[in-house]
């Protein structure tokens, strides 16, 4: 068992390596999406909430083409985009691939209009047939991992002679073609190509420079240690390489990905690791168990109640270490169904609820009477039968978290502002969500000095006179952040439209400021 200690003491080195942080999200872009420009901006310039890794950033202009001439520079958390001074009037759009720090690629496009807008073709974010190959290569991986290294680690630790060897030896050799195919498919999808460049050096080498690429090479010698354990039989050092292993498939999951790069990773890390080595201890077992309920009574039972003192312990910590991870992922409980996440880990429960409630059967009911009838291996068969289908289930599920970010790491997109300035006061007003529909507004007033406006009301007034819209007055209300509020005003249409906003400071004194502001409907 050293080596599990060995691996262990590595994944909680790895979870003090960095301070990587949550999934990748645009959090503010220059010039705002949407937005409509009398002259074209020197330059986009887009910021995520954590350094992210540039992909493929193209400029397409209102022509359909991809500028060529239009430089990216990525920094940090920001990425700038020149605009060559040729780009013709019309709706641009600038399409964005990045790789944020858990692995995971992230990509969206915005928009802008010089002079007026025009129809323009937002790209997909990835390509359906690479995308559903990902979800097949990510299930055949786990399958590899669990059933492939937690089986290897059953038959030398826990059945002690070998069982299914053929049959585990083909899942780790899919398992590990399936890893080795997923660093060319990330690359792929950051780059935004198409299958066809899977032959190409460029979906490989910039996959391999993300925190995935490491990850599914620490998988691909789990798998392999495991190849090699079920080939050395039931001797010392086959135990060995079957407990490194089951360690490193562990190790390969807490390496990348949404849980285990979210904070506090002193608590993430450590629980994704947990995690995978109790789902590939306990999944791991069912196929050669199975196996083994043909053979007669007498052969069969050491071995389940070997594993049947163990596995409680190890199901207590799948449980314990999973709900640590649910609540960090989460952060509410609504978000288990107003979320894709949410209710892709919703299924998962309800599977995981049902797979539980078998394991509680074999493990209370079938195996005692087993000891006592064995006529009763069938009942246990069919159960355990039943278990590998809600696993293989469970599988297909969470592979489907590739392509949905964590409640965690969404960030609500940030509200328009305006200043307005004069020499009397000035005004802070935000508008959220800022484009067409019902929308609310805060208004912050202050005097000339920037000390907040001690007013006895105020009204705001809002018109699109471009299309004929008249003046859409509301009185505020006063909130208790000192701030002033107007909540639900329609704003049914794109354009620029003129806000008033009139603050009655004494019975004799009123300060009105004005300015415009433009709204999309995107």
Not at 24 to 41: C, K
Not at 56 to 70: C, M, Q, S, T
Not at 226 to 234: N, P, S, T
Not at 337 to 357: E, H, M, N
Request: glycine share 8%; proline share 5%.
């Amino acid at each position: 068992m050293r080596g599990v200690v060995v691996a262990a003491m590595l994944a909680w080195a790895l979870c003090h390596a960095g301070a990587a942080s949550a999934h990748a999200a645009l959090v503010s872009v220059t010039p705002r999406d949407g937005s409509l420009l009398t002259v074209a901006p020197t330059s986009v310039q887009l910021r995520f909430n954590e350094a992210v890794t540039a992909g493929a950033v193209n400029l397409v202009d209102a022509e359909g083409k991809v500028r060529g001439d239009a430089t990216v520079k990525a920094a940090g958390p920001a990425i700038e985009v020149t605009v060559p001074a040729s780009l013709p009037n019309g709706t641009s759009v600038v399409s964005y691939r990045v790789i944020s720090q858990d692995g995971h690629p992230v990509a969206g496009s915005v928009t802008f209009s010089v002079g007026a807008a025009t129809a323009a073709r937002r790209p997909e974010a990835t390509n359906t047939a690479t995308a559903i190959l990902i979800w097949l290569t990510r299930v055949a991986l786990y399958v590899g991992l669990f059933a492939g290294v937690g089986g290897a680690f059953f038959v030398a630790w826990i059945a002690r002679e070998r069982v299914a060897s053929r049959i585990l030896s083909a899942i780790l050799a899919a398992g590990i073609a399936a890893a080795a195919l997923s660093v060319g498919l990330q690359g792929l999808d950051v780059l935004g190509l198409p299958l066809s460049a899977l032959v190409s050096a460029a979906p490989w080498q910039i996959a391999m420079g993300t925190s995935l690429g490491p990850s599914l090479l620490i998988a691909i010698a789990a798998m392999a240690l495991g190849l090699v354990a079920l080939r050395g039989g039931i001797t010392h050092p086959a135990r060995a390489l079957s407990a490194l292993a089951l360690a490193s498939s562990g190790l390969a999951l807490a390496a990348s990905g949404h849980a285990a790069t979210a904070p506090p990773q002193a608590l993430t890390r450590p629980a994704v690791f947990l995690h995978a080595v109790a789902v590939a201890f306990w999944l791991g077992a069912l196929l050669p168990l199975a196996l083994l309920l043909a053979r007669a009574k007498g052969q069969v039972l050491p071995i389940v109640g070997r594993f049947s003192s163990v596995a409680m312990a190890v199901v207590a910590v799948l449980v314990a270490s999973g709900l640590a991870l649910a609540v960090v992922q989460l952060e509410r409980l609504s978000a288990l169904v107003d979320t894709s996440y949410g209710l892709i880990l919703s299924v998962k429960l309800v599977l995981v609820a049902v797979l539980l409630a078998l394991a509680a059967l074999n493990r209370f009911r079938l195996t005692p009477r087993l000891q006592c009838d064995g006529g009763a291996a069938k009942p246990l068969l069919r159960s355990i039968a039943a278990e590998c289908g809600l696993a293989i289930a469970i599988l297909l599920a969470v592979a489907g978290w590739r392509f949905t970010p964590p409640p965690r790491s969404l960030v609500p997109e940030a509200p328009l502002a305006i200043h307005i300035h004069t020499d009397k006061a000035m005004f802070q007003v935000l508008i959220a969500p800022g484009r067409v529909g019902s929308d609310d507004f805060v208004l912050q007033l202050m005097d000339g000095e920037g000390t907040l406006l001690k007013a006895k009301e105020a009204t705001m007034t809002v018109s699109l006179p471009s299309v004929g819209i008249e003046g859409i007055e509301r009185p505020a209300t006063l909130g208790a952040d000192a701030f002033w509020h107007v909540s639900n005003v329609p704003l049914s249409a794109p354009g620029r439209w003129h806000i008033r906003i009139d603050a009655l400071v004494t019975d004799f004194q009123k300060i009105t400021l004005e300015d415009d502001f433009d709204i999309t409907g995107q």
